[in-house]
């Protein structure tokens, strides 16, 4: 066994057969294959972190990288700003945008080159309590 071998169900290279996470005999892969790069995380964050958001890391990041994106200043963008922000900055497109639970937007962001996709969710902004509401 060694580290050419894949799960093409997870898209992700294995030292076991089968997959370990989800039991599908792997592949081996052609001599060629080289594994796709994850997104970079520290450009992620300052792209992010100059429209006002926090990323939080989630996720095995084998498929793709799993991020979360916090409203962090009063400053922040709105979603889809950021996400545009988001995709200048890494030279990516936005492929899939959703709605989810609670107020969150959940995007897939694919880059130029041989990256893993990033998936991001961003928390919705709510207002600040005012400081008279803090008194009570
Ligand atoms: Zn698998």
Request: hydrophobic letters at 35%.
């Amino acid at each position: 066994m060694t580290e050419r071998n894949r799960c093409a169900n997870c898209n992700s290279p294995r030292a076991a057969n089968p997959c370990p996470r989800c039991g599908t005999p792997t592949e081996l892969a052609h001599h060629s294959w080289e594994e796709p790069q994850l997104p970079p995380i520290d450009l992620i964050r300052k792209l992010a972190f100059e429209v006002g958001y926090a990323i939080g890391e989630h996720g095995s990041k084998e498929r793709d990288l799993d991020v979360i994106a916090a409203p962090w200043v009063d400053t922040a963008v709105t979603s889809p700003q950021l996400l545009t922000h988001l995709a200048n900055g890494l030279d990516a497109r936005i492929v899939e945008v959703e709605d989810k639970p609670l107020g969150r937007t959940a995007a897939t962001l694919l880059m130029r080159g041989w990256y893993r996709p990033l998936d991001i969710s961003v928390c919705p902004m709510i207002e600040s309590p005012t400081p008279t509401a803090q008194k009570e």
